[in-house]
């Protein structure tokens, strides 16, 4: 604090500055404003000062009450009757208590400044006791009969989040039935790469035998290149469609190149079956029938349900 003639810095509680001799103006107790000498009340927060005032008192008499002789100034008695005619001393009026003073924010829990009138973390107005019992005016909504400047203010209902959608991109895929017969499919084609597609009497012949040539590798002259193609597409296709299951960023684009593949699964089971076929003495052996057999789940899984 300092002194409001000359500005030299005070010490706590000090009356007159010690460089010239002003008297410094009481503090509020509530909000630490400055109090003109004798005011009943802070003119910042209307808090009552502490000082004790005394009633004004009367003017003396000047005739006797009783007799109505006259009184000489400053006569304590009436010299016709006796009677006491000193003026009652002054009543002392002891100003009540300032309130207590609010340190936080009974809404937010925030500090409070002093002399705050509302929280600046959530415009609770502050009463003299404390801070009213009103919700902020950024939470749910205030009760009736809320103060503030912010009581006017209702928050916007909260809108309960609807459950994601079917489809939704990123969103994980129940695992259905149309799911299920198309895994078992791919793996199935999978499967087969690994069993004789062929048999000449008492000779398997599998896509990954030396020399082996299927309809694939009799057009590009290529030995093996059947079991690689239809490994690829039906492992890719079954890699994807787990990815699809586990949901992603992905999903979608995943589930849809899965189908790609997995439709491809019908032409390559046709035609090597028909090479084989057509070859004198061989027939189709365990592997073929599995890969011909995913390949007709992989056919027939659009006609079944995602759901049951």
């Known amino acids: 604090m300092n002194c409001l003639t000359c500005g030299t810095a ?9 460089n010239c ?5 009481a503090g509020c107790a509530n909000c630490g404003a400055s109090l003109a000498p004798g005011v009943g009340f802070c003119s910042s927060c209307g808090t009552p000062t502490a000082r004790v005032q005394a009633a004004p ?36 009026v ?7 003073v609010a340190t936080a924010c009974l809404n937010c829990g925030s500090p409070l400044r002093p002399g705050a009138t509302f929280c600046n973390s959530c415009g609770t107005r502050v009463g003299a006791a404390g801070t009213a019992p009103a919700a902020s005016p950024f ?17 916007a209902p909260r809108v309960q989040a609807r459950p994601a959608a079917r489809g939704v991109v990123g969103a994980a895929v129940a695992l259905g039935p149309r799911q299920i017969v198309v895994l078992i499919a791919l793996a199935a084609a999978v499967l087969s790469v690994f069993l004789p597609w062929a048999s000449a009497g008492p000779i398997d012949v599998k896509p990954f035998t030396e020399g082996a040539r299927f309809r694939l590798g009799d057009w590009l002259d290529q030995d093996t290149v059947d079991g690689l193609a239809v490994a690829a597409v039906a492992g890719v296709a079954l890699l994807l469609m787990l990815v699809q299951i586990k949901g992603g960023s992905q999903a979608r684009m995943a589930g849809q190149v899965a189908k790609t593949l997995t439709g ?6 046709l ?18 029938y599995l890969l011909i057999g995913g390949a007709a789940l992989a056919a027939i899984s659009s006609f079944i349900p995602q759901r049951l």
Do not use: H, W, Y
């Open 10 to 18: 005070l010490a706590e509680g000090a009356i007159f500055c010690p």
């Open 94 to 100: 002891q100003a009540p208590p300032p309130p207590p």
């Open 271 to 288: 035609m090597e079956m028909q090479f084989i076929l057509s070859k004198d003495g061989i027939s189709l052996a365990i592997g073929m």
């Open 21 to 25: 001799g002003t008297r410094q103006p």
């Open 264 to 269: 491809l699964l019908v032409p390559l089971a």
């Open 57 to 92: 008192a009367p003017p003396p008499p000047t005739v006797c009450p009783r007799c109505g002789a006259g009184l000489t100034a400053g006569a304590s008695f009436c010299g016709a009757c006796g009677n006491s005619v000193a003026a009652p001393a002054p009543i002392a």
């Open 139 to 155: 939470g749910q909504g205030r009760p009736a009969g809320a103060t503030g400047p912010f009581a006017a203010r209702q928050a």
